[in-house]
């Protein structure tokens, strides 16, 4: 018993001092990581807020109405319009620089040669106003059309440090230089923590190494990095240890006395159950045996007169129900993470050190038409292909936290434009870097995007053309009206009429189109005379034909033609049509307005000999922005609005409109109007 007791006193001894070492470079080790993780939580959050600024710096510069005010030269406008921006946005500064870089306006006041000369590029940037100093994190922003740049920026402050105290749990001090210019303690406590600036000045020069230090009592430790694009400007994260401290000492006295305790028992009781627990243990390391087989189905019994065996038995019956318990959940877990991957409508894959694919989610199936059984184990470079282009898909990927739009070969030779976005990926379980890839196609954006773009520069032209004529006509008929005989004065006011009915038209087209698009198009049918309708269309287009030196033939039915129709619109369906056909007529040609009652509905037919419209193009040419695809000189003119502006009007009536060709040349548009019975 004597040699029992001292055995395991020696052996309580031998554990007990290594756990106390354990104990305390584990809980030291944790402090440290908790503030290793701060850092690297905090930058990220840095380079978040860089991303956001960048997007709203992108935004704010887009935005038509800063262009408009800052070329009308109303100043105190825009910085009305600034600040309203402002107050939705987490942003401190908007500011508009010009090509001089001057400041044009700014939300805050900063020093006008410090604003537009340091705050264009992206990042940090330090402010010096007396004995005060600022932190700044900006970014810019061209504004399209001219020589001038947008500027907005957040301001590093105790507000800033108190909500990323909030996201992290840990408290920030900012330098710039050796100046503190924010910090997210409480006022009572910079004292306390930053007593000595000087002392503080020495140890700040340890940059990326951490330190630890006691203030008034209480220990912290602390770390610092630079701000990312800044040599000037530092970050500081400190944590308050105390409480770990206090929760090593009470765990080193509970671990000392429960060795202790246990060398006790265990020294009293060790000879007595010796032989009693050898029969309950070996039953007991076959049950472990199961468990390590993943056998959980049967319920641990053991037969013992031994309470602690007992004890252990039941701890592991508790175990093995929780094990179960949780192997269910995981399973569970397993099938609702792979049931939201195939739910995920962008395409996640993830890439090994050699640039293997390792895993292809069901998104990136329905994105690329590929089976993840055909991609697994593959080279990107050899299942991404890039038309076009030298480089591969490895070379263009994405950095970590950046996007990049890629041409990229699918399936069956399909090409598409993907957005992917990278990550840096790196399993617990796993020595090799690897890389996350999320991408979704934005090839129908890109055509939108086009679109919009042919649609911008149609309306610059069409605005552009006419109100050019009208400035020349005015200016003419101002400089030299006296001079002018009545033929070349009623010509230049034929001019301007003609323009004026042309921008009326394609406004009108425009303000249609958009009632169209915002769902708020409606007409008011009522009684209407379709001969007053088509000799008011007539009327309007009358200068149009007479400039292009073509002729107008009405057949109208000998009875009067009495339609339900809004007369309005109406006209400014005959006026589109017209329109059309005078632009693809030849020189001196003839346009035909043909009207046929086919029972209850009257068909009126707009007659020209243009071109004609291709077959392959009849199908689409009333949808919006689709023009003509013809190698006449009009071809390359127009919205691309009329037709389905057209369309909507008549459709809106109850009727249609159709296209044909005549066999001897020119296009027939043909539409349909319900005629007026009394009680309608």
Same mark, same amino acid.
């Given at each position: 018993?004597?040699?029992?007791?001292?055995?395991?006193?020696?052996?309580?001894?031998?554990?007990?001092?290594?756990?106390? #070492?354990?104990?305390?470079?584990?809980?030291?080790?944790?402090?440290?990581?908790?503030?290793?993780?701060?850092?690297?939580?905090?930058?990220?959050?840095?380079?978040?807020?860089?991303?956001?600024?960048?997007?709203?710096?992108?935004?704010?510069?887009?935005?038509?109405?800063?262009? *408009?005010?800052?070329?009308?030269?109303?100043?105190?406008?825009?910085?009305?319009?600034?600040?309203?921006?402002?107050?939705?946005?987490?942003?401190?500064?908007?500011?508009?620089?010009?090509?001089?870089?001057?400041?044009?306006?700014?939300?805050?006041?900063?020093?006008?040669?410090?604003?537009?000369?340091?705050?264009?590029?992206?990042?940090?940037?330090?402010?010096?106003?007396?004995?005060?100093?600022?932190?700044?994190?900006?970014?810019?922003?061209?504004?399209?059309?001219?020589?001038?740049?947008?500027?907005?920026?957040?301001?590093?402050?105790?507000?800033?440090?108190?909500?990323?105290?909030?996201?992290?749990?840990?408290?920030?001090?900012?330098?710039?230089?050796?100046?503190?210019?924010?910090?997210?303690?409480?006022?009572?406590?910079?004292?306390?923590?930053?007593?000595?600036?000087?002392?503080?000045?020495?140890?700040?020069?340890?940059?990326?190494?951490?330190?630890?230090?006691?203030?008034?009592?209480?220990?912290?430790?602390?770390?610092?990095?630079?701000?990312?694009?800044?040599?000037?400007?530092?970050?500081?994260?400190?944590?308050?240890?105390?409480?770990?401290?206090?929760?090593?000492?009470?765990?080193?006295?509970?671990?000392?006395?429960?060795?202790?305790?246990?060398?006790?028992?265990?020294?009293?009781?060790?000879?007595?159950?010796?032989?009693?627990?050898?029969?309950?243990?070996?039953?007991?390391?076959?049950?472990?045996?199961?468990?390590?087989?993943?056998?959980?189905?049967?319920?641990?019994?053991?037969?013992?007169?031994? #309470?602690?065996?007992?004890?252990?038995?039941?701890?592991?019956?508790?175990?093995?129900?929780?094990?179960?318990?949780?192997?269910?959940?995981?399973?569970? *877990?397993?099938?609702?993470?792979?049931?939201?991957? !195939?739910?995920?409508?962008?395409?996640?894959?993830?890439?090994?050190?050699?640039?293997?694919?390792?895993?292809?989610?069901?998104?990136?199936?329905?994105?690329?038409? #590929?089976?993840?059984?055909?991609?697994?184990?593959?080279?990107?470079?050899?299942?991404?292909?890039?038309?076009?282009?030298?480089?591969?898909?490895?070379?263009?990927?994405?950095?970590?936290?950046?996007?990049?739009?890629?041409?990229?070969?699918?399936?069956?030779?399909?090409?598409?434009?993907?957005?992917?976005?990278?990550?840096?990926?790196?399993?617990?379980?796993?020595?090799?870097?690897?890389?996350?890839?999320?991408?979704?196609?934005?090839?129908?954006?890109?055509?939108?995007?086009?679109?919009?773009?042919?649609?911008?520069?149609?309306?610059?032209?069409?605005?552009?053309?006419?109100?050019?004529?009208?400035?020349?006509?005015?200016?003419?008929?101002?400089?030299?009206?006296?001079?002018?005989?009545?033929? *070349?004065?009623?010509?230049?006011?034929?001019?301007?009429?003609?323009?004026?009915?042309?921008?009326?038209?394609?406004?009108?087209?425009?303000?249609?189109?958009?009632?169209?698009?915002?769902?708020?198009?409606?007409?008011?049918?009522?009684? !209407?005379?379709?001969?007053?309708?088509?000799?008011? !269309?007539?009327?309007?287009?009358?200068?149009?034909?007479?400039?292009?030196?073509?002729?107008?033939?009405?057949?109208?039915?000998?009875?009067?033609?009495?339609?339900? !129709?809004?007369?309005?619109?109406?006209?400014?369906?005959?006026?589109?049509?017209?329109?059309?056909?005078?632009?693809?007529?030849?020189?001196?040609?003839?346009?035909?307005?043909?009207?046929?009652?086919?029972?209850? #509905?009257?068909?009126?037919?707009?007659?020209?000999?243009?071109?004609?419209?291709?077959?392959?193009?009849?199908?689409?040419?009333?949808?919006?922005?689709?023009?003509?695809?013809?190698?006449?000189?009009?071809?390359?003119?127009?919205?691309?609005?009329?037709?389905?502006?057209?369309?909507?009007?008549?459709?809106?009536?109850?009727?249609?409109?159709?296209?044909?060709?005549?066999?001897?040349?020119?296009?027939?548009?043909?539409?349909?109007?319900?005629?007026?019975?009394?009680?309608?």
């Amino acid at each position: 018993m004597l040699t029992l007791i001292a055995v395991v006193v020696i052996i309580a001894t031998a554990v007990g001092f290594p756990a106390v #070492w354990v104990i305390r470079s584990q809980l030291n080790q944790q402090a440290w990581t908790q503030i290793n993780q701060g850092e690297k939580t905090t930058q990220a959050l840095y380079q978040a807020q860089q991303n956001q600024i960048d997007n709203l710096a992108l935004l704010t510069a887009q935005r038509p109405t800063i262009q *408009e005010l800052f070329v009308n030269g109303n100043q105190d406008d825009l910085l009305d319009y600034l600040k309203t921006l402002q107050n939705g946005t987490l942003l401190d500064l908007i500011a508009i620089c010009d090509s001089e870089q001057d400041t044009v306006t700014s939300t805050f006041l900063l020093p006008r040669e410090t604003l537009c000369h340091d705050f264009l590029s992206p990042g940090f940037h330090a402010v010096f106003q007396g004995e005060v100093t600022q932190l700044w994190l900006s970014s810019a922003n061209p504004i399209p059309g001219g020589k001038k740049d947008v500027i907005v920026g957040i301001r590093i402050d105790g507000e800033f440090l108190m909500d990323m105290k909030e996201k992290t749990g840990l408290d920030y001090i900012v330098w710039v230089g050796n100046n503190l210019i924010a910090n997210s303690l409480s006022p009572e406590e910079i004292p306390l923590v930053r007593s000595d600036l000087e002392n503080v000045a020495a140890l700040i020069q340890e940059i990326e190494k951490g330190y630890s230090f006691n203030s008034n009592g209480t220990p912290y430790i602390s770390t610092q990095f630079r701000l990312a694009g800044s040599d000037f400007a530092r970050a500081e994260i400190m944590l308050s240890i105390s409480d770990i401290q206090n929760t090593q000492i009470k765990l080193l006295r509970i671990l000392l006395l429960s060795i202790a305790a246990i060398a006790v028992v265990v020294s009293l009781i060790g000879v007595l159950i010796a032989r009693q627990i050898s029969s309950p243990l070996v039953q007991l390391a076959d049950i472990a045996d199961d468990f390590s087989q993943d056998n959980l189905s049967e319920v641990v019994e053991v037969n013992t007169s031994v #309470w602690e065996i007992s004890q252990v038995a039941n701890a592991l019956e508790n175990a093995r129900r929780d094990l179960l318990e949780i192997m269910t959940h995981l399973r569970l *877990e397993k099938k609702w993470v792979e049931h939201l991957l !195939a739910s995920i409508v962008e395409g996640i894959i993830t890439l090994d050190s050699t640039n293997l694919v390792t895993f292809f989610s069901p998104g990136a199936e329905k994105i690329t038409g #590929w089976e993840s059984r055909d991609i697994l184990n593959r080279d990107c470079d050899l299942v991404f292909l890039l038309p076009e282009s030298s480089l591969t898909f490895s070379q263009v990927i994405p950095k970590p936290g950046q996007r990049q739009n890629i041409d990229v070969v699918l399936a069956e030779g399909k090409n598409a434009t993907l957005a992917v976005t990278g990550a840096e990926l790196t399993p617990v379980e796993m020595g090799d870097d690897q890389v996350a890839l999320v991408f979704r196609d934005i090839s129908d954006e890109y055509a939108i995007h086009r679109l919009l773009g042919i649609f911008i520069s149609n309306i610059a032209h069409e605005f552009k053309t006419p109100l050019s004529a009208l400035l020349a006509s005015i200016e003419l008929l101002h400089d030299t009206s006296q001079d002018l005989s009545g033929e *070349e004065l009623q010509e230049l006011l034929s001019s301007l009429h003609l323009g004026i009915v042309n921008l009326q038209t394609f406004v009108d087209n425009l303000l249609e189109s958009a009632s169209i698009e915002a769902g708020q198009f409606k007409v008011s049918p009522r009684r !209407a005379d379709l001969g007053k309708i088509i000799a008011s !269309a007539v009327s309007t287009m009358q200068p149009l034909m007479k400039k292009y030196n073509q002729s107008l033939n009405v057949d109208l039915p000998a009875e009067k033609l009495i339609v339900r !129709a809004d007369q309005r619109r109406i006209v400014q369906v005959l006026v589109n049509l017209l329109s059309n056909a005078i632009k693809y007529g030849p020189d001196q040609g003839r346009i035909t307005i043909k009207v046929e009652i086919k029972g209850k #509905w009257v068909k009126v037919k707009v007659i020209d000999q243009g071109p004609g419209i291709p077959v392959n193009q009849r199908n689409f040419i009333f949808q919006r922005f689709v023009r003509l695809d013809s190698a006449e000189s009009y071809s390359d003119v127009g919205a691309g609005l009329g037709l389905s502006v057209v369309k909507e009007i008549i459709k809106a009536h109850g009727g249609e409109v159709q296209v044909e060709n005549q066999s001897q040349g020119g296009a027939v548009f043909s539409l349909t109007l319900p005629l007026y019975e009394e009680g309608d």
